[in-house]
């Protein structure tokens, strides 16, 4: 197989000239071969920093608990240890620009969302490049309680509702 001819393309669809089976063969690239991106993808664009984060607006039956406090522990990933109190019922977590800013290189931007609803919190992902995850299942939105877990990227944040 020769470079010119499929070097253009990551797979390679072909066509059993015997049986009519179709295979698709992906094509490795060698780390150090150029790969030329047209146009280029929004986070290697020089105005990446802008924020383009369109939340849904603010539910009036979000608050924070009146007898406890939300606290988020980082588990597990490159933030290990580290502890965030919610200050408002509604929080971004993700990289640069979010309400709660962890230093894992898997996560988005803009990773998911929390919303407080007294006793409970609603998860939801932001479109997220690779996902949010609770109970080892990807999903799009979860509803955490005392004591559960979810991860993002390389972290895996537990919620605790902790007496004031």
Do not use: W, Y
Request: proline content about 5%; aromatic content about 4%; glycine content about 8%.
């Amino acid at each position: 197989m020769k470079d010119a001819q499929f070097g253009g393309h990551s797979k390679v669809q072909f066509k059993c000239s015997k049986c009519g089976k179709t295979t698709i063969v992906e094509i490795k690239r060698r780390v150090d071969s150029t790969v030329v991106m047209t146009p280029l993808p929004s986070f290697a664009r020089a105005n990446a920093s802008s924020s383009n984060l369109k939340l849904p607006p603010i539910d009036p039956g979000l608050r924070l608990p009146a007898k406890a406090k939300v606290v988020l522990t980082i588990v597990s990933g490159p933030s290990k240890g580290a502890s965030h109190t919610l200050t408002k019922p509604r929080v971004v977590l993700g990289r640069k620009g979010a309400d709660i800013a962890l230093n894992d290189p898997e996560i988005s931007r803009h990773h998911c969302l929390l919303e407080v609803r007294d006793t409970h919190i609603n998860l939801k992902d932001l479109d997220s490049t690779n996902g949010t995850f609770f109970e080892e299942e990807r999903v799009r939105a979860a509803m955490l309680q005392d004591g559960t877990e979810f991860r993002i990227g390389g972290s895996v944040v537990r919620v605790n509702f902790q007496a004031k």
